[in-house]
């Protein structure tokens, strides 16, 4: 189980300042924040080292990319051992297409999105690559018609 740290409430002025714009300089942050740039480093680094904060990456507009299509696909394992969940779990960390992937209760065992091109570029993944997977039993695929809301930020 994850556990939580204290984080106080400059910690949570950077935390925010750092989802909404990672590219701020030291002192720029250090300024909306409310502390020296050398306070700044230290709590950066310390939030580091704790494992709050992870990588630095920026993100992508995914239609500018040739990515607009997602798609939400919910899979169905023919079995459930430790073995046949690795396997599939190894084949998803390998597909560039799957952006996210979440071990599920209920009807389905695991909730997929997936980003593609077209229509066509996820029907080649799904056919060739998901359905032939011999640990996938089944898989339902709904398509995304619009996005109304996407955030990487947390409510911090």
Not at 5 to 34: C, M
Request: glycine share 6%; net charge neutral.
């Amino acid at each position: 189980m994850n556990e939580s740290i204290h984080i106080d409430e400059i910690d949570r002025r950077l935390l925010r300042a750092l989802q909404n714009d990672a590219g701020l300089s030291q002192a720029a942050l250090a300024e909306e924040v409310g502390v020296s740039s050398a306070s700044c480093w230290r709590r950066i680094q310390a939030l580091e080292a704790k494992g709050v904060l992870r990588k630095n990456v920026r993100l992508l507009d995914a239609r500018r990319v040739g990515r607009g299509v997602n798609v939400l696909c919910h899979v169905r394992m023919n079995s459930h051992s430790p073995e046949s969940r690795g396997a599939f779990e190894h084949f998803v960390a390998d597909r560039p297409e799957v952006m996210e992937c979440y071990s599920m209760s209920g009807e389905w065992d695991y909730l997929l999105r997936v980003v593609v091109a077209d229509v066509a570029d996820y029907e080649r993944f799904l056919m060739r690559d998901l359905l032939a997977h011999p640990r996938v039993a089944t898989a339902s695929s709904h398509f995304a018609l619009g996005q109304v809301k996407y955030t990487t930020a947390l409510p911090i």
